[in-house]
Structures are given as structure tokens and as C-alpha cells.
């Protein structure tokens, strides 16, 4: 009699466990049950999620237009260098004195544009980096209340086995997350989400410009 009320309690906890089990391995957990951590790859995410890389394509497309122009004024500076040393003009007559005042003011304009191009980049790529983090992040804990999670940690996919770079094998073996059960990774579930909502623009977004149409 105790070995067959045993044997029901073993098989009884199997069929509760049951469909845990499923929805671990379809990596969707089932609405209303209850999970306590959940594990997301970000650096994967950026990755795949075509948004970010529609708005770094679009940011590398300008810095390569704002190149070209810096190259141009570099050439004008170079043909003014050439004529006050070729000898063309001789040096503390007027004409030699208005292409040395012209080289010196297309100088600064060329110095003033470099930087302020540099700044206004980093700060359209920073922008980009922080627009899609939040919204990664707003749809991180839209997935985590429906399917009740506690906490989602960041991790990486990327095994040890992976590379053979020491430095980056002493990184991989020094993550926090060592083992884990396929079903608590909601990477896919997330970027599977956000693309299908994602609809590219027409037209190339502006300058600075994360939205979604």
C-alpha cells in the first residue's frame, strides 16, 4: 500500500511538472505561470534588430557624405599651401598676402567643421544606442508581467568553447551565468517582437530621428 501511494505521488508531481517542461522547450511559458528569472542576450539583440541596424546604417551613410566634404575643403586647402609655395606670388605682396588670409580662414572653417561634425555623430550615435535600449527594455518588461517573471538578467549566448582569444575566453569563463535552462532565455521571444512592429520608413529618417513609423 505505501509503495502504491508513493509510486501516485511520484507520477502525480511528473504530470504537474509537465507543462513546465513544454513550455521551456518552445521558449514561451504559459500565460499566468509563474517564473522567477529570465535570462536575455543583449549584445544578440542590437544585433538582429533591424531598426538599430537601419539607424547606424543611416548615421554611417551621413558621416560618409560629411568625409567627402571634408576631403574636398582639405583639397582647397592643399592647392592654396601649393600656390604661397610654388613661388607664384612673392611672399609680402598683396596677392600673396590675401591667398595666406584666405588659407588661414578656410583653415579654421575646416578645423570648426571636423569637430562639430565629430560631436554631432557621437551624439546622434549615442541617441540611437539609448532609443533602442529603452525600447528594448519597455518591451523586455511587457514580455516579463505578461508571463510573470521577477527579474530578467543579461547574459550572453556565446559559449567558452566558442574562441580561442584568451582574453575573451577569461571574459566568457568569468560570466555570471554559467548553466541555464533554454526555456527562461527570452532573447528570440523579444526580438521576434520588436521586428514585427518594426516598419522601416520610406524615406531615410533625419538626423537624430528613432522613430517608429
Same mark, same amino acid.
Given at each position: 500500500?505505501?509503495?502504491?501511494?508513493?509510486?501516485?505521488?511520484?507520477?502525480?508531481?511528473?504530470?504537474?511538472?509537465?507543462?513546465?517542461?513544454?513550455?521551456?522547450?518552445?521558449?514561451?511559458?504559459?500565460?499566468?505561470?509563474?517564473?522567477?528569472?529570465?535570462?536575455?542576450?543583449?549584445?544578440?539583440?542590437?544585433?538582429?534588430?533591424?531598426?538599430?541596424?537601419?539607424?547606424?546604417?543611416?548615421?554611417?551613410?551621413?558621416?560618409?557624405?560629411?568625409?567627402?566634404?571634408?576631403?574636398?575643403?582639405?583639397? $582647397?586647402?592643399? =592647392?592654396?599651401? %601649393? *600656390?604661397?609655395?610654388?613661388?607664384?606670388?612673392?611672399?609680402?605682396?598683396?596677392? !600673396?598676402?590675401? @591667398?595666406?588670409?584666405?588659407?588661414?580662414?578656410?583653415?579654421? $572653417?575646416?578645423? =570648426?567643421?571636423? %569637430? *562639430?561634425?565629430?560631436?554631432?555623430?557621437?551624439?546622434?550615435?549615442?541617441?540611437? !544606442?539609448?532609443? @533602442?535600449?529603452?525600447?528594448?527594455?519597455?518591451?523586455?518588461? $511587457?514580455?516579463?508581467?505578461?508571463?510573470?517573471?521577477?527579474?530578467?538578467?543579461?547574459?550572453?549566448?556565446?559559449?567558452?568553447?566558442?574562441?580561442?582569444?584568451?582574453?575573451?575566453?577569461?571574459?566568457?569563463?568569468?560570466?555570471?551565468?554559467?548553466?541555464?535552462?533554454?526555456?527562461?532565455?527570452?532573447?528570440?521571444?523579444?526580438?521576434?517582437?520588436?521586428?514585427?512592429?518594426?516598419?522601416?520608413?520610406?524615406?531615410?529618417?533625419?538626423?537624430?530621428?528613432?522613430?517608429?513609423?
Amino acid at each position: 500500500m505505501k509503495r502504491f501511494t508513493l509510486l501516485t505521488l511520484c507520477l502525480g508531481m511528473m504530470l504537474s511538472l509537465s507543462p513546465r517542461v513544454t513550455s521551456a522547450a518552445e521558449g514561451q511559458p504559459a500565460a499566468g505561470q509563474k517564473k522567477s528569472v529570465g535570462l536575455i542576450d543583449m549584445a544578440y539583440l542590437f544585433k538582429e534588430y533591424k531598426k538599430f541596424a537601419d539607424l547606424r546604417d543611416q548615421l554611417r551613410n551621413d558621416i560618409k557624405g560629411s568625409d567627402e566634404k571634408a576631403k574636398q575643403m582639405g583639397e $582647397q586647402l592643399q =592647392a592654396l599651401q %601649393k *600656390t604661397l609655395k610654388d613661388g607664384t606670388y612673392k611672399e609680402g605682396t598683396p596677392e !600673396y598676402q590675401k @591667398i595666406e588670409a584666405q588659407l588661414i580662414a578656410q583653415s579654421t $572653417q575646416f578645423e =570648426a567643421f571636423r %569637430k *562639430t561634425q565629430q560631436r554631432e555623430y557621437l551624439r546622434r550615435e549615442s541617441k540611437i !544606442y539609448k532609443d @533602442i535600449y529603452m525600447e528594448v527594455v519597455e518591451a523586455v518588461g $511587457q514580455y516579463a508581467s505578461y508571463y510573470q517573471y521577477d527579474v530578467i538578467i543579461r547574459f550572453s549566448r556565446d559559449g567558452v568553447g566558442e574562441t580561442d582569444n584568451a582574453q575573451e575566453l577569461i571574459q566568457n569563463m568569468n560570466r555570471q551565468v554559467v548553466w541555464h535552462n533554454q526555456g527562461i532565455d527570452i532573447t528570440e521571444a523579444v526580438l521576434k517582437y520588436l521586428n514585427s512592429k518594426y516598419t522601416p520608413t520610406a524615406t531615410a529618417p533625419g538626423a537624430g530621428d528613432t522613430t517608429t513609423k
